[in-house]
């Protein structure tokens, strides 16, 4: 047998069946096979008929038990092995008539089986044709078949064990993350024990020195309720001085019987003031052109730790060369440009101070806080002039209208409201905003008044009538910082997603965005050109931009160690001054 024919017979797995019936007619083309012409016995031809039908017999049964296995496999039930002609080992015909089952080779078999009886009566067939197979080719079909089972048990655990070194990696990247996080604690606890011990040491080294301390305090205590009581018998003396001087005068003049001088009467509050119609002042950057700074050649010149907390917000003097800062430890200063060497300071409120801006002429300044109150500081009398506390939460900013007579601010209260600084009294209450008031502005040189809110909405309003004009949605996070340009036209806002937004007043549309980080920016300033747009952003830098390309950051600013919280040109654009909650102040140019 050849090569060919046992490859074929591993390789075929399903055996297809024919049934043989002497009844009834079938499909096949037979053959004949002629007698010999020496074989004319009666006898010999009932011996060939009977061994002819004895091998059909076999061929039948050989055929159910197929079509039994074939129809376990087709149904899907689990079935043994398709039995073959005989048990091992195999004869060489049933071996042939196995393998031509197997293939289908139906009228090749009835060929066979008339060729191979019929010389096997004539006895022409040697024995090595009738001896068994060798057991070599069964043996190569079961260990192909165990090959192909353990192949499919190789592929299944192939999967398993990928997705077991994938557990592996991920348990094994997780130990080391955790190994390398527990010797960052106990780095830090060591390094915490040290600083204790110094520390303790420190301490001790200083009891001494607090102990004189505690004497020297009790013996200046002591010293100054003596002081007290001594500054306390002198008043009483003066008093009695000044009493009886008192008297002498009026004895004196009564009896020169002159007039009394009467005393000057006390100021009163003035009447209220009038805003101006609309488009009645002119604005005067209009019709002006002004260079851009170069922004994009900007350094770091001078860093200045001028408060104990955070910086919020800065604002520079309309005329001079002046920068009061605000800060969260509630207090206010004034520093000279560029030396910012102090100039003024001033304490009043009572929580922290978010938003700062001087008086058209100079001569004031105005204070947002956190207590809920908007201060009025003036310069020739280094008092507070006046305290506006209608607001019932937290103020966050403040703006000076361009004539001096109105300031707007806006709280945590939903409401901005715009106070007249002649009559002392809030004259309007700007209500329509859902959250928080954030930011506000005027724009230049009219009656109207901008304004950013936690709602994520940056609205327009009309100071003498107390309506919106305009809203400009667009943003999808809550607006902390609004700005206007010189001329007034293009409004920019900024969010806490990282997004600026700039807005044309006239045609209410939306200019363009900029997408400047993904942390928020707090606050937003135009330069005298309206070319040149800079933001402060949570992520401690500050960005420049160029409004006629918005998707390319012009400068940045890189210095401050925490978050950036207000930032402003000077009135002439030379320098720029932002303020972060590093506690610090810095100057660019």
Wanted: glycine share 4%.
């Amino acid at each position: 047998m050849d090569e060919a024919a046992l490859d074929a017979q591993n390789e075929v797995e399903v055996v297809e069946q024919y049934e043989i019936s002497d009844d009834e007619a079938d499909e096949f083309d037979y053959d004949a096979v002629e007698a010999p012409d020496d074989e004319d016995d009666d006898d010999d031809d009932d011996e060939d008929f009977a061994a002819a039908l004895a091998s059909v017999q076999r061929l039948d049964e050989k055929s159910r038990a197929g079509s039994t296995v074939a129809s376990q496999r087709d149904i899907g039930t689990p079935a043994a092995k398709p039995t073959l002609t005989q048990v091992r080992p195999e004869v060489v015909d049933d071996f042939i008539r196995n393998f031509l089952i197997k293939v289908g080779m139906s009228r090749t078999l009835d060929n066979f089986n008339s060729e191979w009886y019929d010389l096997q009566q004539k006895g022409k067939l040697a024995e090595v044709y009738t001896d068994t197979v060798p057991d070599i080719y069964v043996r190569n079909q079961d260990l192909d078949e165990r090959v192909v089972a353990l192949q499919q048990q190789l592929d299944k655990m192939r999967i398993i064990t990928e997705k077991a070194q994938g557990t592996w990696d991920k348990f094994r990247k997780e130990r080391d993350f955790h190994r390398m996080h527990h010797r960052r604690v106990v780095q830090e606890k060591a390094k915490l024990t040290t600083d204790l011990q110094r520390l303790r040491k420190h301490y001790l080294s200083y009891e001494p020195t607090l102990k004189d301390l505690q004497k020297k305090y009790e013996v200046a205590m002591k010293e100054k309720m003596l002081t007290r009581l001594e500054r306390d018998r002198i008043k009483a003396r003066v008093h009695t001085l000044e009493a009886q001087v008192q008297q002498l005068q009026a004895e004196k003049a009564a009896a020169t019987k002159a007039p009394a001088t009467p005393k000057p009467p006390r100021p009163k509050r003035g009447a209220d003031s009038k805003l101006p119609p609309r488009d009645s002042v002119p604005n005067p950057y209009a019709s002006l052109t002004f260079d851009p700074p170069g922004i994009e050649r900007y350094q770091l010149r001078r860093t200045f730790k001028g408060h104990v907390n955070a910086v919020s917000a800065a604002a520079f003097h309309p005329h001079k060369p002046i920068l009061a800062t605000v800060s969260d430890d509630a207090t206010w200063k004034l520093w000279s440009v560029p030396n910012c060497d102090l100039v003024m300071s001033g304490e009043g409120h009572r929580d922290w101070i978010s938003g700062v801006d001087f008086h058209p002429a100079g001569s004031h300044l105005a204070t947002a806080s956190g207590d809920r109150t908007v201060k009025i500081w003036d310069f020739a009398g280094a008092a507070c002039a006046h305290t506006f506390s209608d607001h019932t939460q937290a103020v966050w900013d403040c703006a000076f209208h361009h004539t001096g007579d109105f300031l707007a601010s806006c709280s945590m209260d939903h409401t901005t409201r715009l106070w007249d600084l002649s009559s002392l009294r809030c004259r309007q209450t700007l209500r329509g905003h859902v959250d928080s008031v954030n930011a506000c502005a005027w724009q230049p040189f009219s009656n109207n008044i901008c304004t950013a809110s936690g709602d994520k909405t940056v609205s327009i309003w009309d100071a003498r009538s107390a309506l919106c004009v305009q809203t400009f949605y667009g943003h999808t996070n809550a607006c902390n910082g609004v700005a206007c340009n010189a001329r007034g036209d293009v409004v920019a806002s900024c969010d806490a997603d990282g997004v600026v937004k700039l807005w044309d007043v006239r045609t209410v549309t939306e200019i363009g965005t900029i997408h400047v980080s993904t942390h928020p920016v707090n606050k937003v300033c135009f330069d005298r050109s309206g070319t040149r747009i800079v933001c402060a952003g949570d992520d401690g830098l500050v960005h420049g931009y160029s409004t006629d390309d918005l998707s390319s950051v012009l400068w940045s600013g890189r210095g401050h160690e925490d978050a950036v919280q207000g930032v402003c040109f000077d009135p002439a654009d030379t320098l720029l001054v932002s303020t972060s909650t590093d506690c610090t102040f810095r100057i660019w140019s």
